[in-house]
C-alpha cells in the first residue's frame, strides 16, 4: 500500500526512467509511459486496487513503514508467511526510481516519501484527493484539502488532456489491448 499521491507522482515521470537508468528501456515504452499518465484514471486504479485489499484478509504492508523500517516489517512478513528472516532480504539494489537516478547500491531507500508535496501540481492533488480521499484515510493518509474549484478545473484539464492523448494512447497500447482483448474473450 503506497500514498495515492506518490503512487501519482511515480507514475508522472516513469518516462523518465531511461535517462535514470533504464537504458534498455525502449524509446516507444518511454512515449506510452508519457502518453497513459492521467490522474483521474490512476486514481480511479488506485481505488479499485486498494478496494480488493480491503475485500479480502491480506497482510498490509505500507510502503512507507517498509522503507522506514525495513528489517522490522520483514520479519513481520516473514513471520506471517512462515519463512525465516535473513538479513539478505534487504540487500536489495536501489534502482527502478522514477523520480531519482539508480544508485546500484544495496538497501533500502526511503528518500521517496512524501515527494508528491513537491512534485505534483496543485489540480493533480485536488483530484487524486477528491477520488481516493476516503480510502487513503482509512490508511492513514491526511489530504491537505485544495479548494472545490481547483478540483473541478483540474477534472475538466484532465479530462480533456485524456481525449486528445486518447488516439496515441490507443495506438501506442495496441499490443497491450489486443493481449487483454484475447483475456477477456476467451473465456
Known sequence: LRDPRDVLLSQKHKWKRKKLGGNRIPL??????????????LSFLWIQQYAKIVEKSFFTVKYEELVLDPSGLVQK???FVGVPFSRDMLDVPIVGSSTS??????GVNSDNINK???GLNIFEIAICEALCNSTAMKYGYRPIKPTRIVSILGFLYYSLLFFLKAPL???FNLHRLKSTLHILYSN
Not at 28 to 41: A, F, V
Request: contains cysteine.
Open 28 to 41: 516507444k515504452e518511454t512515449i506510452r509511459s508519457y502518453l497513459n499518465y492521467n490522474p483521474i484514471i
Open 77 to 79: 512478513v516473514c513471520e
Open 101 to 106: 537516478q539508480d544508485t546500484h547500491s544495496m
Open 116 to 118: 508528491w508535496r513537491a
Open 169 to 171: 494512447q490507443v495506438m
